[in-house]
């Protein structure tokens, strides 16, 4: 019998729970399962796991029948503490949370290593879909250079909403809490944080070194507006929040931000809370990995297939990489954007942006709000473009710039 505790009961711990629970993995592992220890502040009179139920950490580590831990609190603190004292303890620890694996991944790796321990993450990008162990293992013969993914569920299923019906941003984003998409704070969706933690994972993952997410540019989906998605669906496009990478001369180009997806490129269908990534590699040429990236049972599958992997393979060949990534500001490509105008005098703003861009694909040049398409230049080109077209017909005048992402 092999004994789990889980720490941090809310919606992915309770999913952990219930899948170890009502499943027999006997035939799967050589042996059963249970969940031994439940740790969390808060008390659950109602659950049938009351009686599992602690707030003290210390009964989970001085426990010499419990083997595996389950981090689904979240966030850095107390879930690093409670992480490494657990890996020194010479427990494996099994995570969801992206935050800290983002932070700290190569220290607690490092610490798993040393004490015969393991520490896996399959469940802290994709929700239920395989991407950690796919990386690792499957695509170990290639060489990586671009990850290109929507990485957050909530997301993906506010700009659907807004995109297939017309629904506002504040009811979507209250749709997808209630679903349990959405971190507790939803800022971390919204803002493009949690889209940032993941890519940086992904990256340390394929490229082998640890980089600071802190430093990756992000952007959220804040400022995109019904009009700007009205306007891309006339241009042939779709808008969805991306985090993308590039390996450029050893160092990582990575971003995130709302991209303009024509839509036949292969992101651009993946609606409501899929997440998918399309990753090239050396050998096989682009792959794509999609499914529900975000809720209580899709990320709960993938926590559990981590705790049997350790119990099959006493985590034999678990993903890892060193500290010491270099990020690079300088994006190697061309890039378009799609530039907004508020404007009372299309005539002239029509003048000024040509006066500027010489050429751009027009999606409306006859209301208040002219939009259009710019050519395809260097990043630092186009805005010093828009920078001059700001200081003719007023900064505040370009209420939206998204990036067009050229096939
Ligand atoms: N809040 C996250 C999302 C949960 O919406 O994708 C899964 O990491």
Known sequence: MKNIAVMGFGTVGS????????????????????????????????SPYSSLITNDFNKIIEDDDIDIVVETIGGINPAYEFTVRSLKAGKSVVTSNK?????????????????????????????????????????????????????????????????????????????????GYAERDPSADIEGFDTCRKIAILSALSYGKQIDSDK????????????????????????????????????????????????????S?????????????????????????????????????????????????????QEGGELTCCNPDKVKYYIRLNITDNHRAEKCVIAVFDKVSWIDTDSRDAAFITFA????????CIDKLGSLIGKENIVSKIQVEID
């Open 15 to 46: 999913g952990v729970v219930e899948i170890i629970e009502g499943t027999s993995f006997k035939e799967k592992v050589g042996q059963d399962i249970s969940v031994k220890a439940i740790l969390d502040v808060r008390e659950f009179p109602d």
């Open 377 to 384: 230049a260097k990043e630092d080109e186009i805005q010093e």
């Open 216 to 267: 990756i540019p992000t952007q959220g989906i804040t400022k995109v507006a019904l009009k700007d998605i009205e306007y891309a669906d006339k241009a042939g496009y779709v808008i969805k929040l991306i985090g993308k990478s590039k390996k450029v001369n050893g160092k990582v180009y990575a971003k995130v931000c709302p991209l303009m997806l024509s839509k036949n490129h292969p992101l």
């Open 99 to 179: 935050e800290l694996v983002a932070a700290k991944g190569a220290q607690i790796m490092q610490i798993a290593r040393e004490n015969n321990a393991s520490y896996l993450f399959e469940a802290s990008v994709g929700g239920g879909i395989p991407i950690i162990r796919p990386l690792n293992n499957c695509l170990a013969a290639n060489e990586i250079y671009e990850i290109m993914g929507i990485l957050n569920g909530t997301t993906n299923y506010i700009l659907t909403q807004m995109i297939k019906n017309g629904q506002s941003f504040e009811s979507a984003l209250s749709d997808a809490q209630k679903k």
């Open 269 to 321: 269908g993946v609606e409501d809370v899929f997440n998918a990534i399309l990753v090239k590699a050396s050998a096989t040429g682009e792959v794509m990995f999609y499914g529900k990236g975000a809720g209580k049972m899709p990320t709960a599958s993938a926590v559990v297939a981590d705790c049997l992997d350790i119990i099959k393979h006493n985590g034999f060949g678990a993903p890892h990489w």
